[in-house]
């Protein structure tokens, strides 16, 4: 407490003039403090509290801090990198092309290229484009359809997947592993293109080897991969939880071994728990005991905090009700004192990084016109509380898969927000409100307590064989639609203040779908895929199967089998040896 108070009048000074000014390794970084408004008001990056009392100072020190600092209640970095918005854009339809069009439309004119992928229902579970009438209408449906490493290649073509601009997260989880190691190929083979292109020949074995440890220390990004959340929340399980679980350390140490830092190998995801019924408690009791689950088992498999913790990411739904405005202050405290006081980790393993979608739930297909307002809210707050990305839903995502003119107005909201909205030039608006301070102690113990409900189940695991998570989400759930119907819950446009001349019927709106020649196309090239590969899949297929058995890193022969092995071959040949998915009843 001492110390604490004794940094304090430094504190107040280093934040007091124009620029903030560290030194690092005798050169000086400034950033700049304060910003003009029109009328010529000075408006601070970061506020302080104008405390004069020992004691305020101290419960400020300690429970919130300024932005950057222990606990983070206030935000994991001390000032947002210039020039950069969080924006996070979700996109995924057709095929590979299709899909790379939208990335490059949601991307124009933006610094940092930041890409959030969405899969379609065939790639979700694992198998590969058929004619089969289960598969084939799903093909490109609601998400792309990726099936080769070929169709990766097309899908991040001509993004820079090492830039340091560029980061790409990719929700995708029973076949996450597949998927990734597609991913990390790509970015290695972009690399020895390049290669090739400066040098005209092809690089020898050592220099390819080193261009991959370059790829994987250099590449940017997230896959999903959370398993535990789909068997409470959406269900995209296709192996045995046993199985999968093993598979998510096998990628986590193959990052240690490689030194992958700047990949994250897990978004711990509560946006789905919400999207399935959840409340703002549950979903973030949920997700972080989620993660405190895949920190002992990390753990357990002998690595240290401060080598895997950093590479942990979490993934938040922002709706209406008010808990929503202070889940990440809650989430970064929470996260921060048990990495320290129970872990004994560093204090990159200590800041927790999260990013947040507006409620895809709080949208309704009744005056349509309205969501947009709702997600402007929505973005608002997440842009308040110092997320580190978000994605802003269309307003038509209540129908359909979005189309170009509506992710333009959804991209739009957090871009006002950002460069038109004043109070955005600070960084911490939430910082000394009282119902701010009030919300996040009473949320924080919420979620404790959910934390002492759950350990008396014997952890999560545990909770998950008895139904725990699924019965409370659908309980939620639940409430929320009967007091959405009997006008308890007031939805605007849809139980109060209803347009009397409005059609029972919401107004026809285009629906997006991929087409007959996408899908066609996708089955042409999974199958010049095969033949091409047709000699060295087989054993790729077997090693990768004699890995799982040996209790090897599945992940590291992955890496090898998707260069010449489909999703759908991958996933039948884990099938044996590592068990499909059932469901405790």
Request: proline share 4%.
């Amino acid at each position: 407490a001492k110390k604490l108070l004794a940094q304090w009048p430094d504190m107040q000074a280093a934040y007091a003039g124009d620029d903030y000014v560290v030194k690092i390794r005798d050169k000086e970084l400034r950033t700049r403090l304060v910003s003009h408004t029109l009328s010529g008001t000075r408006v601070r990056k970061v506020a302080l509290p104008r405390y004069e009392d020992d004691g305020e100072v101290l419960r400020f020190l300690m429970s919130e801090n300024v932005p950057g600092s222990f606990p983070f209640t206030a935000g994991v970095f001390a000032f947002k990198r210039e020039g950069e918005d969080p924006t996070r854009m979700f996109a995924g339809e057709g095929d590979a092309f299709r899909t790379n069009r939208r990335f490059k439309l949601v991307s124009t004119g933006m610094d940092a290229k930041r890409l959030s992928t969405a899969f379609d229902s065939v790639t979700l579970y694992g198998a590969d484009p058929a004619i089969r009438p289960d598969i084939y209408g799903k093909v490109g449906n609601s998400g792309v359809s990726i099936a080769t490493l070929d169709d990766m290649k097309v899908l991040y073509d001509g993004f820079n997947l090492c830039s340091p601009s560029t980061s790409v997260s990719m929700t995708i989880n029973g076949p996450a592993p597949t998927i990734l190691a597609m991913f990390m190929n790509t970015a290695i083979d972009q690399q020895i293109d390049k290669f090739v292109e400066e040098n005209k020949r092809q690089p020898t074995d050592d220099e390819a080897a080193k261009i991959k440890d370059w790829v994987l220390m250099n590449v940017r990004g997230t896959v999903q991969a959370d398993i535990l959340k789909e068997d409470q929340g959406q269900n995209t399980c296709i192996f045995s939880t046993e199985f999968s679980l093993k598979v998510m350390g096998d990628i986590q140490e193959y990052f240690v071994h490689h030194q992958v830092r700047n990949f994250y190998s897990v978004s711990i995801s509560g946006y789905h728990i919400a999207e399935a019924g959840a409340n703002p408690i549950s979903q973030l009791a949920f997700t972080l005991s989620n993660g405190f689950t895949f920190v002992e088992a990390y753990l357990a498999r002998g690595m240290h905090i401060d080598d895997f913790a950093p590479n942990l990411s979490f993934f938040f739904s922002n709706g209406m009700d008010p808990e929503y405005t202070v889940l990440g202050r809650v989430a970064r405290r929470i996260w921060a004192v048990a990495m320290r006081d129970k872990y004994g980790a560093n204090d990159r393993s200590q800041k927790l990084k999260y990013h947040v979608q507006t409620s895809g739930r709080s949208l309704h297909a009744q005056e349509i016109d309205f969501n947009d307002i709702r997600t402007t809210l929505q973005a608002l707050i997440a842009i308040y509380d110092n997320c580190n990305s978000l994605h802003t839903n269309a307003y038509d995502e209540a129908i359909t898969t979005p189309t170009d003119e509506s992710v333009r107005r959804a991209l739009a909201i957090q871009l006002i927000i950002n460069r038109e909205w004043g109070l955005a030039k600070n960084e911490n608006p939430n910082q000394g409100s009282f119902i701010m301070e009030e919300l996040t102690d009473m949320v924080e113990e919420a979620v404790l307590q959910e934390f002492e409900r759950i350990a008396e189940r014997g952890g999560v695991l545990g909770a998950m064989e008895t139904g725990y998570q699924r019965g409370k989400i659908q309980e939620e759930s639940m409430l929320y639609e009967h007091q959405k119907h009997d006008g308890t819950l007031p939805i605007i446009g849809v139980n109060t203040f209803r347009n009397p001349k409005a059609s029972g019927v919401p107004a026809p709106i285009e629906l997006a779908r991929s087409t007959d020649d996408e899908k066609q196309s996708q089955l042409k090239r999974l199958e010049d895929f095969h033949t091409r590969h047709a000699a060295r899949a087989p054993a790729a297929l077997a090693a990768l199967q004699k890995a799982a058995i040996d209790n090897d890193n599945v992940f590291a022969r992955l890496m090898d089998a998707v260069r010449v092995c489909s999703l759908g071959q991958i996933t039948s040949a884990l099938f044996e040896v590592g068990g499909q998915y059932r469901r405790n009843m």
